[in-house]
């Protein structure tokens, strides 16, 4: 269960004190799929970098499996990134010199699997995204869009994550190509029992989950 | 893959870029390893001549040089004085006299001829202008005419080492013990080891005696100095000497050695400071040490040169690692999204830093095995010519007398010098490239460090 309460985090602009997420609290039981809107420079970029650990609030308390991710340290938030989240972005950011195959392997090498575990898990998730043993051979530059997006989901999914923070996962995709991918990412979760919690600008995607939360001005409100 | 392969991977992300590193990195190392063949061959050879001069200061009595001049012995007392000095750590000394037939029966083995009956035409004369060079027999061509009657005396040395003491007399020779034992130092007896030449003529062995000063002398041992002067010498002990010719505590010659090569100049300045005008003291060291300065500029010039190279390497690599981490800031910041360390990173850019560094070290070897030589040469030739204008001489041989044909003989010696490489330079050539590679990464890994994940959702 992913728990959020009274999160604030603010930045200093000049003599002004931004807040850029003010005092949001929610909560995602297990296996749900989340989603944020709000319109650009709400703050939900910010809001999800502190669910995925990539930074710390000023205040408040966010809760995964139990563990207080606002009260760790430098080299447990490391541990807690390999581990239990997730990252899908909108520009995919798969390492352009590596495979796909070698980029879904990545996160599974920082976790410290053995070689042929990450292998076989690797190609196993590359099947269930759809693309085929050649395509896991090709490096990101010589996949489309949407193939892209599918090996960064598989990567998403590496080390089995609790948690799966997804920032406009079909931002860069055509309607056509950005339902599939959404569609893969929530038959995932499921099959996976994965929570999910994306951030986008397209309400159709937003209505297809199981809860939707608008941002506005940094404060979060729940219209789903 | 892990991490240290894709660094590797990584450093041919960019052919050109990557080309153009490693060549001027290699180009690096090569100078960086021919400076450091330079520097090696050229302190070898530093060493070489050093150790060949030996670390010894001698003393004579000043105006005294052989038989030749005139002044006093050295005494007991000046000896005590240059014993005690420090880095001095042991004395040897000898006293020389000549045994004319009335005072030996001992018949001398080199024969008078033309050149000693002229020699000994002036002696008990008080001087007078040199004669002009004599003819071949004998008869001067100033019209005078040479001592026919004139017999090569034989030369004694009392000595507290008797293997040294052919070093102390004009003929030198290396003394090589051809039969029987040497006696000790300290000794008092009256016992003999002769040379070879004298042996033959006066049918000595072994065991044999002589008459010298009225006493009888036993030969303990003979020995041969590879020349005709030093083989017709008597070696016996210095006391021996010193009370039969009654020249009690009289020393002729002292040698001090010295614990160092570079401590023989101060000792030397200390025993002429001991012994004031009583004394005449030299060092072949200070003729070296003049031989030796084109070569020690050479290290100077190759230890700041190779020093250049490697910062030269060194900020190649960096400003390229720095050049690359700006460039996958982002990179960087997914990486550690999806659960890296600084460690993980780190490692990665420096695998990719190493790479480049071995690559362009194997250019470099390759580079250094063929001009490690030449430039080691160019430099010799270079700095030997360059102190040859700057002295105003011919050559290394400008100075005067004794010395200069010293310097002489040490300069062509030194620019003698041949630079090799070995395992050991291949090797070097590996640390030094890993040494650029840690010292280009460590900047880079600095800004690794700093580079934030969720850097990465604000490039969204």
């Known amino acids: 269960m992913l728990q959020v309460e009274n999160v604030k985090r603010s930045f200093k602009s000049g003599d002004i004190t931004v807040s850029a997420v003010n005092d949001v609290s929610f909560t995602v039981p297990d296996g749900q799929f989340a989603s944020i809107i709000g319109k650009s420079g709400s703050g939900k970029s910010t809001l999800l970098s502190l669910l995925g650990a990539l930074d710390k609030p000023t205040s408040g308390s966010i809760t995964i499996d139990g563990k207080d991710i606002a009260k760790m340290n430098d080299h447990a938030l490391i541990g807690y990134r390999c581990q239990k989240i997730g990252f899908v972005f909108q520009s995919y950011n798969l390492v352009p010199n590596l495979t796909a195959l070698e980029n879904v392997m990545l996160p599974m090498e920082f976790a410290k699997v053995g070689k042929k575990e990450r292998t076989d898990r690797a190609v196993k998730l590359l099947e269930q995204v759809g693309l085929t043993e050649d395509q896991m051979t090709r490096k990101p530059g010589k996949l489309s869009g949407g193939q892209q997006q599918r090996v960064s989901i598989a990567r998403a999914l590496a080390n089995k994550p609790k948690l799966i923070l997804a920032d406009e996962p079909t931002g860069n995709l055509d309607s056509q190509t950005g339902k599939m991918v959404f569609d893969l990412l929530h038959n995932l979760a499921k099959s996976e029992d994965t929570t999910i919690v994306t951030v986008t600008h397209d309400l159709s995607i937003a209505d297809k989950t199981d809860r939707t939360f608008q941002l506005q001005d940094g404060k979060l409100t729940e219209v789903k | 893959m892990n991490v240290l392969s894709r660094g590797v991977r990584n450093a041919f992300r960019n052919k050109i870029r990557t080309f153009s590193i490693v060549v001027i990195v ?131 040395i009392g000595a507290t080492d008797p293997e040294t003491a052919l070093s102390t007399s004009q003929g030198g020779g290396t003394f090589t013990l051809t039969s029987g034992e040497v006696f000790a130092g300290d000794s008092s007896e009256n016992v003999a080891v002769i040379g070879k030449g004298l042996a033959e003529k006066n049918s000595l062995t072994v065991g044999s005696t002589f008459q010298a000063y009225g006493q009888t002398i036993k030969v303990v041992a003979i020995y041969d100095a590879g020349n005709t002067f030093s083989n017709n010498q008597v070696i016996m002990p210095l006391n021996t000497v010193q009370t039969l010719s009654e020249q009690a505590d009289a020393v002729t010659s002292a040698t001090l050695n010295v614990d160092s090569i570079d401590n023989v100049a101060s000792v030397s300045s200390a025993a002429s400071s001991a012994l004031g005008d009583t004394a005449d003291v030299t060092n072949a060291s200070e003729q070296a040490e003049s031989a030796v300065a084109p070569l020690e500029n050479i290290q100077t010039i190759s230890l700041y040169s190779l020093i250049g190279a490697l910062i030269a390497g060194a900020a190649i690599i960096l400003l390229t690692m720095v050049m690359i981490v700006r460039e996958r800031r982002r990179e960087i910041g997914v990486i550690k999204a999806i659960g890296a360390s600084n460690l993980n990173v780190m490692t990665q850019f420096a695998s990719e830093a190493v790479t480049f560094t071995v690559l362009g070290a194997i250019i470099g070897i390759v580079f250094g095995l063929v001009a490690g030589n030449p430039i080691t040469q160019l430099l010799v030739n270079n700095s030997a010519s360059s102190t040859a204008s700057a002295a105003g001489g011919p050559g290394m041989g400008g100075g005067q007398g004794m010395g200069g044909r010293g310097i002489g003989a040490v300069g062509r010696t030194v620019t003698n010098v041949t630079a090799s490489v070995g395992v050991d330079i291949i090797l070097y050539g590996l640390g030094v490239a890993i040494l650029i590679a840690i010292v280009g990464s460590a900047l880079a890994s600095f800004f690794i460090a700093k580079v934030r994940p969720a850097e990465v959702m604000r490039a969204e």
């Open chain 2, 26 to 156: 290699g180009l690096s190392v090569g100078m960086a390893l021919a400076m450091l063949v330079a520097r090696q061959a050229v302190t070898d050879k530093i060493t070489s001549v050093k150790s060949s001069v030996g670390n010894t200061v001698s003393i004579s009595p000043a105006g005294v040089r052989g038989f030749d001049g005139g002044g006093n012995a050295l005494t007991a007392a000046d000896i005590a004085k240059v014993s005690s000095l420090s880095h001095v750590t042991s004395v040897t000394q000898s006293l020389s006299d000549r045994l004319t037939t009335s005072d030996t029966d001992l018949e001398s083995a080199v024969e008078a001829g033309a050149l000693g009956q002229r020699f000994n035409r002036g002696s008990g004369t008080t001087g007078g202008d040199m004669p002009t060079p004599p003819a071949g027999d004998g008869t001067a061509t100033d019209g005078t005419t040479a001592t026919q009657s004139f017999t090569p005396p034989v030369t004694v």
